[in-house]
């Protein structure tokens, strides 16, 4: 199935440095959702965005809707030790939850070197 | 209940044997999800209910894989002469009006 096309595929940082990454798709989606999964977990949502253009934070997290509706990025500013997992974006062409599939990214894994 | 619940948590089967994997939503939540995720990927989507509709079953990857859901809750996916590509972390998700909730998924391994 479709998988959207996230980058970096991995990062490798120090405790309080900021992190940024990326996901495109070649088809427009309506709402775009970023996720978080630790080991042994099911992904855990972290910020939904529902409009073109939309900058949305939720604490050190700060996630853009691209103008194009066809990317979106999210930034950690001063990594702390759980900050450590795979990130997810997901989108979906409606706004309303529960009528129809998410299409996930391909994951960015952030490690933070001691 | 709290959560999404799904069993057993890990699963190792012989190839060729069926396994069965249950997803118990969160009560009330009318819409519920099943994804793969396979060793390193994202998440594939397999099936979507609508209460014991299951509207969009695009993603099952064969004749082999089945699903149902009953009384609006619990659901089971089903997994026919499983072959060892079958190896994967199998999440549900349930949903109601704002965004969804991830079991914490079923490991299986197909030797």
């Known amino acids: 199935g479709q998988q959207l096309n996230q980058s970096p595929q991995s990062m490798f940082i120090q405790e309080g440095e900021d992190v940024s990454m990326n996901c495109t798709s070649s088809?427009?989606?309506?709402?775009w959702l970023w996720y978080k999964q630790d080991p042994g977990e099911g992904p855990v949502l972290l910020i939904a965005l529902y409009k073109a253009g939309e900058l949305t934070s939720n604490g050190r997290l700060t996630a853009q809707f691209g103008i194009t509706r066809k990317d979106s990025f999210l930034n950690i500013s001063a990594s702390i030790p759980s900050d450590v997992g795979i990130y997810f974006c997901?989108?979906?062409?409606?706004?309303?939850?529960?009528?129809?599939?998410?299409?996930f990214g391909t994951g960015t894994r952030l490690t933070i070197i001691p | 209940g709290a959560g999404v619940s799904q069993s057993p948590s890990n699963k190792v089967t012989e190839k060729g044997k069926d396994v069965e994997l249950r997803c118990d939503p969160i009560?009330?939540?009318?819409?519920l999800y099943w994804y793969r995720q396979s060793l390193g990927q994202g998440l594939e989507f397999l099936i979507y209910?609508?209460?014991?509709?299951?509207?969009?079953k695009s993603g099952l990857p064969s004749d082999r894989f089945s699903a149902e859901r009953t009384g609006g809750s619990v659901s089971t996916l089903t997994i026919q002469r499983t072959q060892q590509e079958d190896s994967a972390v199998y999440l549900c998700a349930s949903s109601a009006n704002y965004g969804y909730t991830f079991g914490s998924g079923t490991r299986l391994t197909v030797v």
């Open positions: 997901a989108g979906q062409l409606t706004i309303n939850f529960g009528n129809e599939k998410l299409t």
């Open positions: 009560s009330g939540h009318t819409a």
């Open positions: 209910f609508q209460g014991n509709s299951a509207p969009d």
């Open positions: 088809s427009i989606f309506n709402t």
